[in-house]
């Protein structure tokens, strides 16, 4: 942000008024300061040459504090950090990709006993050693996580773009709309979820969305986009935005209303754009 400019200047006095000598006053908007509280200058006025003085202070503008709505809104982080770790129990670890996926995916289940807060959208962090048997007692810190959490509005349209473990935070948001009740939350909006992985081997809680839509087929959309098996009409592997294309106009419709909201698991999308080429970056 720039700093204010004041600016006094001051010209000599003549004696003489007529049209020859008469001083010609420079508009402000052609006066250029430079980064000095004084400086001289020769001007032509009328006959005369004659030195304006101008004297320029800066001011530095007011920092406006930065208010957290997330703290009003009571999210907790960090309550548990490396130094002071809490100790849960694991429940269940169990692997949920295929044997041929390009890679293994976990599915793990904790008891904190109601001692860790956590907003939909929030992660803990396991640190090690932790041994992730069932019964063994693992550290966790955390929670962390301020901005992928699920809009309180329950009308409102939420689109979420994710590949791979992504999903994660995802999930929870869906859980809470069509798997578990709440006094204070019932989901009445649209929940538009595009998810993208390399094989089919490699889908994650396929099953668990697609009873989410039987169950509630106006309130929950899903679309995979498989790019190592499917492609477009055009022959392209289908990435997450190559699936979104496909829709383009609704899309678009969603987008303009005022209550839509789009999450994006950030990292691994923008890796699937690098790779198709469709992120292009240029710093000048």
């Not at 009571?74 to 490396?82: A, E, H, L, S, Y």
């Not at 694991?90 to 295929?98: D, H, P, Q, S, Y």
């Not at 699920?150 to 473990?165: E, H």
């Not at 039987?214 to 055009?234: I, M």
């Amino acid at each position: 942000m720039a700093a204010a400019v004041t600016a006094a200047v001051s010209f000599p006095s003549f004696k003489s008024t007529s049209p020859s000598s008469r001083a010609y006053i420079i508009a402000p908007e052609r006066i250029t300061f430079k980064k000095v509280s004084v400086y001289y200058k020769d001007v032509s006025a009328g006959r005369r040459v004659v030195s304006i003085g101008a004297q320029v202070t800066t001011e530095a503008p007011a920092k406006v504090k930065k208010e957290s709505m997330k703290a009003e809104e009571g999210v907790i982080v960090n309550k548990f950090k490396p130094k002071g770790p809490y100790i849960v129990r694991c429940l269940l670890n169990t692997k949920i990709t295929a044997d041929d996926a390009p890679g293994e995916t976990w599915h793990m289940v904790f008891s904190t006993d109601g001692e860790v807060p956590y907003r939909e959208g929030q992660s803990i962090g396991v640190i090690p050693d932790g041994d992730l048997k069932p019964g063994s007692e693992v550290k966790i810190a955390g929670p962390v996580g301020k901005e992928m959490l699920i809009p309180k509005d329950p009308n409102a349209t939420i689109i979420m773009l994710v590949t791979g473990t992504g999903i994660a935070p995802f999930r929870s948001f869906l859980w809470k709309m069509f798997f578990e009740k709440h006094e204070d939350y019932k989901f009445n909006g649209l929940a538009w979820l595009f998810l993208g992985v390399p094989t089919s081997s490699s889908l994650l809680y396929k099953e668990e969305f697609e009873k989410m839509k039987e169950k509630v087929p106006d309130k929950f959309k899903v679309d995979f986009a498989v790019s190592r098996e499917q492609t477009n009409e055009k022959g392209e592997k289908m990435y997450i935005q190559t699936r979104m294309a496909q829709y383009a106009e609704e899309l678009w419709e969603l987008l303009k209303k005022d209550n839509t909201y789009l999450r994006i698991d950030w990292l691994e999308y923008k890796r699937s754009l690098k790779k198709a080429e469709q992120w292009n970056v240029e710093v000048y």
